[in-house]
């Protein structure tokens, strides 16, 4: 195959190539009111949960770090709007970035008073996280830390413990972090009924806190035949 | 008292009432909707012809029997050992094969040539026990499109699932 | 001759046989071929169903779109048909749909997959309110279907003949509807609207009503849904009686009614009323003030607020009662000036408008009560006329979206085929400039040249070719030198040393000219093959060039192609944005209708209520009058 062949094969499959690029960067995620991009995740309970399938519902996206010491607060908040509304068809699902060991599925409930609510346990480290060599969470710690709780101990200052209702999906590539990006910063995307983005919230946004709600029941009013 | 009264009813009635008839709009909504499919099937076309010309199209193919043995989890193909797609598969589109429905799992261009197509197939079985199997075949790129499938299918000689990769 | 018809026949015959062979090889190929064509045709027929099961019907049809314009439109069964149907009728084609079941009911004797369809048309066409054109559809379902859909069917053909006063005809259908609970509440609860509006409401209603609450210990327990007809239902009735006259009647539905319910204020409006029929009036008073003091001015509680007012005046209380006026004008002037200045914020081609269709909400004009304001908003968009018409609105604006992003994709390919065509050109340009074709054919000459030589070297032996003129001097000298020595005297001793070493130079002669020619033949190769190499890449630049021109046409039309498609796109999307407007603006006037109609409500209120103070106060003071003039008069 003489060069010239071949170049021009090479820049008809580079073509190719951006086409394909491009094409993928049409939709871009973070416009408000367009379709929320779809998306097939793993949960922690090893169930899949494509975001389609969830039309109907009012779905809230909110995107877990393990760095983020004041999304404790909110997580719980959260929590207890899922719990709520839950009958309503209200969906959050919660985004775990890549991080190691950082979710497990809750084989041993955590307080004993909630015995009959299935939780997942998060743990989330909070900026002043000195005391961990590694940086990062490690089984062991985690371990210590259940067993701690279950026996009554408060966590350590440097580590918090949120525990959740929520289904909460491993990003194991990433990938629905990068769409749903804006500034390099994660979002809450609140969906509605029909799968369109109708709020979006940069992270640690408190002063848009108390409209969750309100937002959220408004959402909730919409009917669908 | 008596306006009051007549107010509330009235008030209550039409609450109760049916839609109106809101037809010429209807009309002119499904027509709308029709364009748009004729339009998205031409664009169809269009991409294969200029994105996959069937010199190098190949495209994989994703099919289930009865499916009472396996539920399936997730597929990752590969292409000469390079990874093209990995697909997650929810309860419903379990459903969807089932009944007979067929997924296209991937489409893309190769070279000609003898070529290895590897997918790597996640599930449940009978009782919950979870399965890993990774099914190879080796397939050459001719002047025609190379269309693939992937089956699934029941054995009920063995109790298991079956797998095979076929070409067309 | 004879040899000449001999071999013509054993041609012919020849012929024949490999034509009779051929033929069922070439009939097998055209069976495989179809058969693999018929294979692939299932395959993407099954792709569609995959999409349809999931309720994505907009691929599912356009899969099936492409199936029927391309020749495996041949084998599309009518199984496929009904599932286009299907498809057609999930994605809203409701007339695609209904024109797919006639036509396979004419080909068809009609069977239950037919009959399910067409009970699926049928809803769709209630939902739409095309009364006639479901009864048609409802008439089609001729074949048993199981429990749940039959009971659907009579369901709806029960309201439909509800709606036509067929009495006989609604019990018959009425009857079948047992399992369905849900369905069944709305039947009685229709039936009983229908009694009322007509005035035909009886005790014996409420009592049925009553028992159809109490839930037999084994029996499932009612639905939500359920539940909210029966007090829907309890409403209706207790307005009925109310309007008989029987008001401990009303007031025995109203009690009934759950203080989260739905429809708690216009059953506390109701129960007022009727305390009020019956002189109860101080119990009238405290559940008006109970009504009044919600916060959200509905015209339930806008009439509470005149109760109130209107039962302190037959106790007797009229200082309050004009004091609980005054208030009352207040309250309702200000949320009538608030509907108003709303109104105007929510103009059509307003931000606010916009932002209430796309979000649902009023959120993004700030203002003071937005709260309740929003509230509103949302009460009045999730009565069903508005709802229906947000959806619609929604939909359009799916349908939007997608031709938007079908443009873009047609512009991307428009550039990826301009920049392919640019290059095409460059090329060509290219090659032209450097006279391609002429360079190629004095290649092609040389090269042809130079291999004639060869062959004609090697034909003829001697390689003289190969041996430069030098050499082939040299040789003949040396040659010729040695045929003359051969001549001299062999005896002679120094003629045999010169002959020896005369032998040795010849050796080395030989040798020199051999190596010369091997050199000369590998140079020969080598420029050869150069030549075949240069001559290959310019045939290769001149394929290109042949290649680029026929694609260019190619291109062209492809080209053509996408330009017709955007511009149909364009075309279909100012469509759309053109109908989305239209629904906007029938909204908006919804919108404007009803809350023009409560404003209407609210200053027809306020002026009853001026009207009654002025009453009031008249009388108080004709009665002060009297007592003043007894007074005097007594003197």
Redesign the interface.
């Known amino acids: 195959m003489n060069k010239s062949r071949i170049s021009y094969h090479v820049l008809v499959i580079l073509m190719m190539f951006t086409l394909v690029c491009c094409l993928h960067k049409i939709a871009y995620a973070t416009e408000l009111n367009s379709l929320a991009r779809d998306f097939t995740l793993k949960s922690v309970d090893d169930d899949n949960i494509r975001l389609h399938e969830l039309r109907g519902s009012v779905v809230v996206i909110k995107f877990l770090s393990h760095r983020c010491g004041s999304c404790v607060a909110s997580l719980t908040e959260l929590d207890q709007l899922y719990k709520k509304y839950k009958a309503q068809d209200f969906i959050v699902l919660g985004i775990q970035a890549p991080a190691p060991k950082v979710v497990l599925p809750a084989s041993e409930p955590v307080e004993k008073a909630n015995k009959n609510y299935n939780s997942n346990v998060v743990i989330l480290e909070t900026e002043s996280a000195t005391a961990i060599a590694s940086n990062r969470v490690t089984e062991d710690i985690v371990g210590q830390l259940i067993a701690s709780a279950k026996q009554g101990n408060t966590p350590p200052k440097h580590l918090s413990l949120a525990k959740v209702g929520f289904p909460i999906l491993l990003d194991k590539n990433s990938e629905v972090q990068k769409v749903y990006r804006i500034n390099d910063k994660p979002l809450m995307v609140l969906i509605d009924r029909f799968g369109y983005q109708r709020f979006l919230y940069q992270e640690q946004a408190s002063a848009q806190r108390d409209s969750y709600q309100l937002k959220i029941e408004s959402l909730l009013a919409q009917k669908v035949y | 008292?008596k306006v009051?009264?007549a107010?509330?009813?009235l008030?209550?009635?039409s609450?109760?009432g049916?839609?109106?008839?809101?037809?010429p709009?209807?009309?002119?909504?499904?027509t709308?909707?029709?364009?748009?499919?004729?339009?998205?099937?031409?664009?169809?076309?269009?991409?294969q012809?200029?994105?996959y010309p069937s010199e190098t199209k190949v495209a994989v193919?994703v099919?289930m029997t009865i499916g009472d043995y396996f539920e399936l989890?997730?597929i990752e193909l590969k292409i000469d050992g390079v990874t093209q797609t990995s697909?997650?598969?929810?309860?419903?589109?379990n459903?969807?094969?089932r009944?007979?429905?067929?997924?296209?799992l991937f489409v893309g261009?190769i070279k000609r040539g003898m070529h290895d197509v590897t997918a790597v197939i996640r599930g449940k079985g009978v009782d919950n026990s979870e399965y890993i199997r990774a099914i190879s075949g080796r397939f050459g790129k001719m002047k025609n499109a190379l269309?693939l499938?992937l089956k699934i299918l029941d054995s009920s000689a063995v109790d298991q699932p079956v797998f095979n990769l076929v070409e067309? | 001759m004879i040899k000449q018809a001999k071999r013509a026949i054993k041609n012919g015959l020849t012929y024949a046989f490999f034509f009779v062979a051929m033929t069922p090889i070439v009939h097998a190929n055209a069976q495989e071929s179809l058969q693999s064509q018929r294979a692939l045709y299932e395959l993407d027929y099954r792709v569609a169903l995959f999409h349809h099961f999931q309720g994505d019907d907009l691929k599912a049809l356009r899969e099936m779109s492409r199936l029927e314009s391309l020749p495996s439109k041949q084998f599309i069964d009518n199984l496929a048909r009904l599932n286009k149907g299907k498809m057609s009728l999930s994605f809203g084609l409701i007339d695609n749909a209904d024109n797919i079941l006639t036509a396979l009911d004419r080909n068809l004797p009609s069977s239950i997959d037919s009959s399910s369809s067409w009970l699926e048309n049928a809803k769709y066409h209630y939902k739409s309110g095309n009364w006639l054109a479901a009864q048609q559809a409802l008439d089609q379902v001729t074949e048993p279907l199981d429990n749940v859909a039959t009971e659907q069917a009579s369901f709806f053909n029960a309201q439909l003949a509800l709606k036509k006063d067929q009495m006989s005809r609604f019990n018959n259908h009425r009857n079948n509807v047992i399992e369905d609970k849900d369905l069944a509440a709305y039947l009685r609860h229709n039936h009983l609207l229908t009694k009322a509006q007509a005035g035909q409401i009886t005790q014996f209603d409420l009592l049925e009503l009553i028992t159809q609450s109490f839930t037999a210990q084994d029996a499932t327990p009612q639905s939500a849904e359920q539940q909210a007809i029966a007090q829907r239902s309890m409403l209706v009735l207790g307005y009925a009686f109310i309007e008989q006259g029987k008001n401990e009647l009303a007031i025995n539905a109203f009690q009934r009614i759950d203080i989260d319910s739905h429809v708690l204020e216009p059953a506390l409006l109701g129960y007022e009323l009727a305390l009020n029929n019956l002189a109860q009036y101080s119990l009238a008073k405290n559940v008006f003030s109970r009504l009044a003091s919600r916060d959200n001015l509905s015209i339930y509680v806008q009439e509470a607020i005149l109760g109130e007012a209107y039962s302190s005046e037959q106790l007797g209380d009229e200082k309050t009662s004009v004091a609980k006026l005054r208030q009352g004008i207040k309250r309702l002037s200000a949320h009538k000036s608030q509907l108003r200045s709303l109104l105007i914020k929510f103009a059509v081609d307003s931000s606010c408008f916009s932002a209430l269709i796309d979000q649902n909400s009023s959120f993004w004009c700030h203002e003071d009560n937005q709260d309740l304001l929003g509230m509103a908003f949302i009460e009045m968009l999730s009565q069903q006329q508005f709802s229906f018409l947000s959806e619609q609105i929604l939909d359009v604006a799916s349908l939007t979206n997608n031709l938007q992003q079908r443009s873009t994709q047609l512009d991307v390919y428009n550039e990826l085929l301009n920049n392919k065509q640019k290059l095409s050109v460059s090329r060509i340009q290219y090659m032209k400039q450097n006279n391609l074709k002429k360079q190629v054919a004095d290649l092609i000459a040389r090269r042809d040249d130079i291999a004639k030589r060869i062959t004609f070297a090697k034909g003829v032996g001697n390689g003289s070719f190969f041996l430069p003129p030098k050499e082939a001097a040299l040789l003949t000298g040396v040659k010729k030198a040695a045929m003359r020595f051969r001549r001299l005297d062999r005896s002679n001793k120094q003629t045999k040393k010169y002959r020896t070493r005369l032998r040795r130079i010849e050796g080395l002669v030989l040798w020199h000219v051999l190596y010369k020619r091997d050199e000369n033949i590998s140079q020969t190769d080598y420029m050869n093959m150069q030549l075949n190499e240069q001559t290959q890449v310019l045939q290769d630049h001149l394929q290109q060039l042949i290649d680029d021109t026929s694609h260019m046409g190619e291109v062209r039309s492809q080209l053509a192609d996408i330009a017709a498609l955007k511009q149909k796109t364009l075309q279909q999307i100012d469509v759309s944005r053109e109908l989305i407007s239209r629904l906007k603006h029938k909204l908006h006037a919804l919108i404007e209708q009803h809350f023009t109609q409560r404003q209407s409500q609210l200053s027809q209120a306020i002026t009853n209520a001026k009207f009654s103070i002025v009453r009031l106060q008249d009388a108080s003071y004709q009665r002060n009058q009297a007592k003043i003039s007894r007074i005097t008069g007594d003197k």
């Open positions: 008292m009051k009264f107010i509330a009813l008030v209550l009635w609450n109760i049916q839609s109106e008839n809101l037809s709009i209807n009309k002119e909504i499904q709308l909707r029709e364009q748009v499919i004729s339009l998205n099937r031409d664009l169809q076309i269009l991409e012809k200029l994105v193919y099919s989890d997730a697909f997650l598969y929810t309860d419903k589109q459903q969807a094969l009944q007979g429905g067929i997924q296209r261009n269309t499938e067309f």
